[in-house]
């Protein structure tokens, strides 16, 4: 009701100050609604508005004013014919519709800006973070300060039992977190991070060294996979980060000259250290169940010559280009998975073999 009364006023104090039966009133009263000074929300402001809109177009068409009467004398054509400035004319309804569209507009700059600082500072502290961990495994006196932490396994087949002790680099962050099974490095890049492994593969996706949800997620092994045996084939998950942090710059090799000058991968299990050489390269896809295809990620074990000879030919087949690098049955692999963009589900592997 207040609102009626008081565009009802506004409306009397126009009407009064510009009379509605002159063309360069009803120009001014128009500009100054186009300048938003005065918005109508009622039906009967709202009506007002179109009313002024109306005049101003029969205004525009026929300017008041009589016509200049000849002098009898013409003017030289100069040839060029003037042209009448262009006046972008707004109906309410396609002003409001402007102004909401600009405030649209501004709004997502500003979250756009948002979300792009919030993404650069969640990578700003996972490299502090890593850096971190790094002086923790490289610090003697922290080190020094656990006692040696010695695991014993019995094979379950020949009731062997053997005894392995955490290598002294490791200890302190094996004991800020049991899960750490090892450490990634590939020289002159940004992987230099812990691994994980727990028998949930889907944990680590989503949290960080200290279990705290992180959606960089922390790099992991299969849980299928075990470094006592060992396995025939250590498979380590990451997320290709577009931050390039994880294994964001794995997919550098896809270049052969980029694999030619990094040609070594370090992977310490928290037992002993192992240095790897690239053989493979090669994009891959996750698969249905039912599909009879090659499966990267369900090499783990090969029992039989014929059955590590198979999985070889097979990555061999897909591989982006000849290493010279060859495997024979007996030989330790290492294999690093990540996320394709390319394709949907697609992944992006690399597969070394340990030097020994």
């Not at 192992?274 to 090499?299: C, H």
């Not at 783990?300 to 198979?310: L, V």
């Amino acid at each position: 009701m207040a609102n009626e009364q008081n565009e009802r006023l506004i409306i009397a104090q126009l009407k009064k100050k510009y009379d509605l039966n002159k063309s360069e009133d009803i120009l001014a009263l128009y500009a100054i609604l186009q300048e938003g000074k005065y918005e109508f929300h009622t039906p009967e402001g709202m009506k007002f508005d179109d009313e002024i809109y109306e005049l101003y177009m029969k205004a525009k068409e026929k300017p008041e004013g009589k016509p200049k009467q000849s002098t009898g004398k013409k003017k030289k054509a100069s040839g060029k014919k003037k042209k009448a400035p262009k006046v972008v004319v707004y109906t309410r309804g396609e002003y409001l519709l402007r102004k909401a569209l600009l405030t649209f507009l501004v709004l997502g700059m500003f979250a756009c800006f948002g979300y792009f600082a919030f993404y650069n500072y969640q990578a700003y502290q996972k490299k502090a973070e890593t850096e971190k961990l790094n002086r923790l495994k490289q610090n003697d006196d922290v080190n020094d300060m656990y006692k040696d932490t010695v695991h014993e396994v019995r094979n379950e087949e020949t009731g062997e039992v053997k005894t392995y002790t955490v290598l002294e680099q490791y200890k302190s962050l094996y004991n800020k977190n049991k899960n750490l099974i090892g450490w990634l490095k590939i020289d002159d890049t940004i992987v230099d991070y812990p691994v994980m492994q727990t028998a949930d593969n889907e944990f680590y996706l989503d949290h960080d060294i200290e279990q705290k949800p992180d959606k960089n997620g922390t790099l992991f092994m299969d849980a299928a996979c075990d470094i006592t045996l060992p396995s025939t084939n250590y498979i380590i998950y990451g997320h290709n980060m577009r931050s390039g942090k994880m294994f964001g710059a794995l997919t550098a090799y896809k270049s052969a000259e980029f694999c030619e000058t990094h040609p070594y991968i370090q992977f310490d299990t928290i037992y002993e250290t192992g240095l790897y050489q690239v053989m493979y390269v090669f994009p891959a896809r996750i698969y249905q169940k039912d599909e009879v295809v090659f499966k990267y990620y369900q090499f783990i074990e090969a029992d039989t010559e014929e059955e590590f000879d198979s999985n070889m030919q097979e990555m061999a087949a897909v591989s982006l280009y000849d290493t010279g690098v060859e495997a024979s049955f007996g030989d330790h692999l290492l294999t690093l998975s990540t996320c394709d963009y390319d394709e949907k589900d697609g992944r992006f592997v690399v597969v070394a073999k340990q030097i020994r």
